[in-house]
């Protein structure tokens, strides 16, 4: 009989981070508040979009040999899955009512993509028995891979949110351009921790938290975008 336990752990260690860095993003502008549901769409659209990407990435396993190639057009391919969801909830509902929630439901839709892949690279070790590795593999993904996801989804976020009071042809090319520095940043983590050292996978996570800080910074710039300064 097979034990429902890894599963339930793998689920709840996947999940429980990305809910824990959602609160804290969500609340990074406490005098907006945004429709849960769409947070909550956001989130879930990011969850499914890991679906898409497994067949994806699948297929360019299969097509592309070299290491360097394969792992950066996965990254160009999360990337943009996660800004078709972002941007059809960005550039189509009223609850972008705010510069600031561009880059809280781009963050929202990272979350969502890097619960469930976290998940699963979290199963991997616990149905081969191995619970030390699942738990060196919770704690890499927590402070590493989830902060990957929502640092460049969020970049998108910022720039449509710089240009929030622009039109709209502004704003989707100022989504591109950040999209395409979402794909740079993903690609050169994806590719500074391949085969790399205990020390250089540290440096790797050292500089991602760096652009934490950042993006924090960031959030509080598109914050002071009005109307009158554009």
């Known amino acids: 009989m097979v034990s429902i336990y890894p599963f339930l752990y793998a689920f709840v260690a996947g999940i429980l981070p990305s809910l824990l860095w959602l609160f804290f993003f969500t609340r990074e502008d406490s005098s907006h508040k945004r429709p849960r549901g769409i947070i909550f769409g956001c989130f879930l659209g990011g969850a499914v979009a890991v679906i898409i990407a497994i067949f994806a990435e699948k297929l360019i396993a299969d097509s592309v040999s070299d290491p360097s190639m394969r792992y950066t057009l996965w990254a160009a391919f999360e990337e943009t899955v996660k800004f078709m969801i972002a941007g059809a909830i960005i550039f ?6 705010d510069p600031v929630d561009a880059m809280v439901y781009c963050a929202s839709v990272a979350l969502g993509f890097a619960a469930i892949e976290n998940t699963l690279f979290i199963l991997g070790p616990l149905t081969n028995g191995s619970i030390v590795q699942a738990i060196i593999t919770t704690n890499m993904r927590f402070i590493g891979a989830t902060l990957v996801h929502v640092v460049s989804s969020s970049l998108v976020g910022f720039m449509v949110g710089y240009v929030f009071y622009h039109s709209r042809y502004t ?5 591109i351009v950040g999209l395409a520095g979402a794909i740079a940043l993903h690609a050169t983590f994806n590719l500074s921790i391949i085969n ?13 938290w760096g652009a934490v800080v950042i993006l924090i910074i960031l959030f509080e710039e598109v914050k002071a975008v009005h109307p009158k300064y554009i």
């Open 92 to 97: 189509s509902t009223r609850a972008t009512e």
């Open 171 to 175: 704003k989707i090319l100022a989504a």
């Open 196 to 208: 790399a050292s205990s020390i250089d996978t540290l440096k790797a996570f050292g500089w991602i």
